[in-house]
Nanobody, 124 residues
Framework: VQLQASGGGLVQTGGSLRLSCTAS????????TAWFRQAPGKEREFVAA????????RYADSVKGRFTISKDRANNIVYLQMNSLKPEDTAVYYC??????????????????WGQGTQVTVSS
């Protein structure tokens, strides 16, 4: 599976961005996609995850109510709509994928496929 992330950029505090993660080569409909982010000097952290089978999405507490993960099934795209952005949201955002669903969905090591990352910068 190849993942292509896009949509990052520079935005002011309170602004919005929508990230896209396009998957190709997926061989099963039982598949999960997650977004992680990594700020300079920090570990990669979980942001949101969704399962293609329709299970409820999961979010990190730090983004609940501001970020929304959604799916475009026809085009194999997972979006991360980010609203009310804060400077602490500044990071490189990565999309990740795996077949099936892991109860440890917040752990990067449980994902087999990764996109190249897209930079999100929120200015104060």
């Amino acid at each position: 599976v190849q993942l292509q992330a896009s949509g990052g950029g520079l935005v002011q505090t309170g602004g919005s961005l929508r990230l896209s993660c396009t998957a190709s080569g997926r061989e099963s409909s039982d598949y999960s996609t997650a977004w992680f982010r990594q700020a300079p000097g920090k570990e990669r952290e979980f942001v949101a995850a969704t399962r293609w089978s329709g299970a409820l999405p999961r979010y990190a507490d730090s983004v609940k109510g501001r970020f929304t993960i959604s799916k475009d099934r026809a085009n194999n795209i997972v979006y991360l709509q980010m609203n009310s952005l804060k400077p602490e949201d500044t990071a490189v955002y990565y999309c990740a994928g795996r077949y099936g669903w892991s109860v440890a969905y917040t752990t990067p090591e449980n994902y087999n496929f990764w996109g190249q990352g897209t930079q999100v910068t929120v200015s104060s």
